[in-house]
């Protein structure tokens, strides 16, 4: 069982920037990818970044060079610092993880089961 909640989120202008914190505990049991996904209203739930069991993240095209994704394992938290932010990142930002072989983008929401509860991230234009 993996416990995961994230925090950071807020109202930006376009150009500004978050960092969202994800702290997560539990995932014994084998490799645990871990992911941070955003869904606008009315969207799909996509995944933007996936993070491996060594720390080493990918990312989607769209947030390539603004967004990077960093895990303190002292801390036991997810770390996603973006900065130049667009309209179209506004959304929810999700933190998920799962027992996966492979973690690389793209992934999809459907191949994990444990989930944060969201923070909602506004870009105003």
């Known amino acids: 069982q993996v416990r995961l909640r994230e925090t950071g989120g807020g109202s930006v202008q376009n150009g500004g920037s978050l960092r969202l914190s994800c702290s997560f505990s539990?995932?014994?049991?084998?490799?645990?990818?871990m992911g941070w996904f955003r869904q606008a209203p009315g969207g799909k739930r996509e995944g933007i970044v996936a993070?491996?069991?060594?720390?080493?993240?990918t990312y989607e095209e769209s947030v390539k060079g603004r967004f990077t994704a960093t895990k303190d394992y002292a801390k036991n938290t997810l770390y996603l610092q973006m900065n130049r932010l667009k309209p179209e990142d506004a959304g929810m930002y999700y933190c998920a993880a799962d027992h996966l072989s492979g973690c690389r983008i793209p992934v999809e929401s459907t191949w994990y089961n444990y989930w944060g509860q969201g923070t909602q991230v506004t870009v105003s234009s």
């Open positions: 993070i491996d069991i060594e720390g080493r993240p």
């Open positions: 539990g995932g014994s049991g084998g490799p645990v990818c």
